[in-house]
């Protein structure tokens, strides 16, 4: 329950000011780089804790569909976020000038 509490307050502390920065870019872009980033974490994270071979043996395993399909909906959830930044930001900027 604890972990659930976090989780509302640091969305809630930083979930707009990550939107509306991600709400600059184009959304496909913050898509694929959302991916690269995540493919590459799981990498450096593979290399500090098992070292390169292991680390190369085993990154094939985040090429599953499972774990593509897993990566994807991150990505497409964090995609979402930037487009209700880009949308508030549109909103905001609509209302100054009325």
């Keep these: ?5 976090l989780s509302g307050v640091i969305g809630g502390l930083f979930g707009q000011l990550i939107s509306k920065f991600l709400g600059r870019f ?5 898509f694929v780089i959302t991916i690269i980033f995540i493919y590459g974490a799981l990498f450096l994270l593979g290399l500090f804790l098992v070292g390169y071979k292991m680390t190369l043996l085993r990154f094939g395993q985040f090429f599953t569909l499972p774990a ?3 990566f ?4 497409g959830f964090v995609t979402i976020a930037a487009f209700l930044g880009k949308t508030a930001m549109k909103n905001r900027e609509n209302s100054n000038t009325r």
């Design 72 to 75: 994807f909906a991150v990505a």
């Design 68 to 70: 593509i399909l897993s």
């Design 1 to 5: 329950m604890s972990g659930e509490i």
């Design 26 to 30: 184009r959304l496909w872009k913050v």
